[in-house]
């Protein structure tokens, strides 16, 4: 089990990315969160094992069906053994 911050960004807000990104993390038992932020990026808090966050993250590359990414980072840090994964809104 391991615990990746992950940035995108692009047209990453206003296109379904959070809600996408909470469907395609539950299917893959991913907790964690996303959240828009400020700057026009998405921040995700992405937990679960080797195998579901790559799958995880290869989802971030595309996108949902009307977001346009331009880049994703993504670096481990500390677990914080989420129980679900949440959309925040503000």
Known sequence: MKHLDI???GKVQGV????TSKAVADQLGIKG???NRPDGTVFIEAEGD???L?????????GS?????????SSEAELKNYVNFEVVKR
């Open 65 to 73: 069906d009307r977001a346009v990414v331009e880049n994703v980072s």
């Open 33 to 35: 969160t996303a959240r």
């Open 50 to 52: 080797d195998f579901s």
């Open 7 to 9: 940035i995108i960004s």
């Open 16 to 19: 379904f990315f959070r809600s």
């Open 54 to 62: 790559e799958l995880f993250l290869e989802f971030c590359h595309k």
